[in-house]
């Protein structure tokens, strides 16, 4: 079983809908959170953080974290067409970084 | 603006051939990360380094080895290339030592090597 797991999708969506993608994972130990975007033939880059349980908004981005459940959620309001990329997930246990495999997404003009 | 710098974004090779992948950054990070993405695999860690000359090995280090001769640069070698090697290759640094890892990392471009 790996110690992250991400549905690789893909997921197409029309514009204007709202994404939601999400990860689970077994190490009761991670503690920060994080989600990378990926555009095609580029490097990820990192698009939203956050440290333990609980929620963080940017913009039109949110990050939920239920440790509890070991489920991590991304949503994406009012989505653009600029979204289209694949979203990495990972995560920490302050010494090991590991990632999800990514989803794909499309968002439809 | 941060920068990493890959030396090469495509790449083809014949079996057994030597491999080297360069990465430079402009940063001044201590960190620094060779990482390997595969279809349905999602990044796998091969060698990370925390300082100049010393290097550590990842999920996957068999068949790589690295060079880390100064604090902006680190290599990548693959010392006889083999057709499972065939990937995209992403280097990464961060500011953090491994005592405080945030995951803030930065990411170059990437290499994609194709191993005939």
């Known amino acids: 079983q790996k110690e992250v797991e991400q549905d690789p999708g893909p997921l197409s969506v029309p514009e204007g809908a709202i994404v939601s993608l999400n990860c689970t994972y077994s190490?009761?130990?991670?503690?920060?959170f994080m989600w990378y975007r990926q555009y095609s033939r580029k490097g990820p880059e990192l698009l939203m953080y956050?440290?333990?349980?609980g929620n963080k908004e940017d913009g039109r981005f949110t990050a939920q974290v239920d440790k509890s459940s070991k489920y991590i959620s991304l949503f994406i309001r009012d989505s653009q067409p600029s979204d289209s990329a694949t979203y990495l997930c990972?995560?920490?246990?302050?010494?090991?970084?590991?990632f999800g495999a990514g989803t794909t997404v499309t968002v439809r003009a | 603006d941060v920068k990493v710098t890959q030396s090469s974004r495509y790449l083809v090779k014949r079996t057994g051939e030597k491999v080297f992948l360069e990465c430079v950054q402009d940063?001044?990070?201590?960190?620094m990360f060779w990482y390997r993405q595969d279809p349905g695999l999602g990044l796998r860690l091969i060698y990370f380094?925390?300082?100049?000359?010393?290097?550590e090995k990842g999920d996957i280090p068999e068949g790589y080895s690295v060079s880390r001769e100064k604090k902006e640069r680190f290599s990548l070698i693959l010392e006889s290339a083999s057709t499972n090697q065939t990937s995209m290759y992403l280097c990464?640094?961060?500011?953090?030592?491994?005592?405080?890892?945030?995951?803030?990392?930065?990411f170059g471009e990437g290499s994609r090597l194709t191993v005939l």
């Open positions: 990464a640094s961060s500011l953090q030592t491994s005592g405080a890892n945030t995951g803030e990392l930065f």
């Open positions: 190490n009761s130990a991670f503690q920060y």
């Open positions: 956050t440290y333990s349980s």
């Open positions: 990972a995560m920490t246990d302050d010494y090991k970084l590991s």
């Open positions: 940063m001044d990070h201590e960190n």
């Open positions: 380094s925390y300082d100049v000359k010393m290097k």
